[in-house]
């Protein structure tokens, strides 16, 4: 599989150009469009307890979309529900990838997919908690909100980032979530002052907005869902 982007960095698009007859995952609901002749099929990624797994703690879709191509080949668009901008990354089979929730697309068929445990700030109402881990090789593409900056971190090399902007990090990327203030009934209460500790080597992803801030300025205003 190739990945070519474009509309990016507001409103990033990723076609992913397919080989005769070449599978490939993709997050249920991002789909924009397809050559003709490409098939679809929806199933519970790695299993009915662990796709639950994936959407109830994860905040991922019960379902991943496998699209293949025809015999003559093809390709699958793929877009996000928020706009900003997208990143490839490269699985090498050595390192894998931990991507918070709502920020992964899509993959090629030779990645793995699992949810893995990420902290506590899902608990708190915030990000993450559950996230998407994936290895193997080939492409992975990973969305954001707003613009994405891609920290490489050298060795002893420490950052401190808020949970909600993170997207994506290394495997290789040493991780500890702290609360940042003393305000613990806030941070209970929305998840505010919760962020990550992450030591190099290796490379972090994050996002210049934050959707929880999103969130509470449509609640806020009155357009937030009402029950």
Not at 109 to 126: D, H, I, K, R, V
Not at 184 to 201: H, M, R, Y
Request: aromatic residues 8%; hydrophobic residues 40%; proline residues 4%.
């Amino acid at each position: 599989m190739q990945v070519r982007t474009r509309h990016t960095p507001s409103f990033g698009v990723a076609r992913l150009l397919l080989a005769p007859g070449e599978p490939v995952q993709v997050e249920s609901g991002a789909m924009l469009a397809t050559s003709y002749g490409v098939t679809v099929e929806s199933r519970a990624q790695g299993g009915f307890l662990k796709s639950l797994a994936r959407a109830a703690l994860g905040g991922e879709s019960l379902y991943v979309s496998t699209y293949t191509a025809p015999q003559q080949g093809g390709w699958v668009d793929v877009a996000p529900n928020l706009p900003g901008d997208l990143n490839v990354i490269e699985l090498d089979g050595r390192t894998g990838w931990c991507v918070t929730r709502g920020c992964w697309l899509a993959s090629a068929s030779t990645a793995q997919m699992e949810t893995q445990w990420g902290g506590f700030q899902n608990l708190f109402g915030g990000e993450g908690g559950f996230m998407t881990h994936v290895a193997g090789h080939g492409p992975v593409v990973v969305s954001c909100y707003g613009a994405l900056d891609v920290m490489t971190l050298q060795p002893g090399e420490f950052v401190t980032v808020d949970t909600g902007h993170v997207v994506a990090y290394a495997d290789a990327v040493q991780t500890r979530l702290r609360q940042i203030n003393q305000g613990i009934a806030q941070s209970l209460k929305s998840g505010e002052g919760l962020v990550f500790d992450f030591a190099g080597p290796g490379q972090v992803l994050t996002q210049t907005r934050n959707p929880r801030g999103l969130v509470s300025w449509l609640q806020a205003n009155g357009l937030g869902s009402r029950s």
